[in-house]
Nanobody, 116 residues
């Protein structure tokens, strides 16, 4: 089992920045990828960014050049720095972890609201 605790998020004006962090505990030796998804009202949950233990990253096209994912493999924390935020970035952001056995764990979610 992996437990995830998220922090960060909140309310920001368009063009501003926010940072999210997610700390993993438990069976952390089995973690493969860590990342972030988001879900806006009335929409499906979508990938924002992921980073594997080896450092491979993937971003949604809508956030490329604005968001940066980073990871501290020693502390088992994943970060998401969000710059140049837009109202369409408003969503609940969920931390996600996958293990080498293919299990998926989710954080409780944190609200990000971007006002125009």
């Amino acid at each position: 089992q992996v437990q995830l605790v998220e922090s960060g998020g909140g309310l920001v004006q368009a063009g501003g920045s926010l940072g999210l962090s997610c700390a993993a505990s438990g069976s952390i030796f089995s973690i493969n990828a860590m990342g972030w998804y988001r879900q806006a009202p009335g929409k499906e949950r979508e990938l924002v960014a992921t980073r594997t233990t080896l450092g491979n990253t993937a971003y949604a096209d809508s956030v490329k050049g604005r968001f940066t994912i980073s990871r501290d493999n020693v502390k088992n924390v994943v970060y998401l720095q969000m710059n140049s935020l837009k109202p369409e970035d408003t969503a609940v952001y969920y931390c996600m972890v996958t293990t080498v056995r293919g299990s998926v764990y989710w954080g409780q979610g944190t609200q990000v609201t971007v006002s125009s």
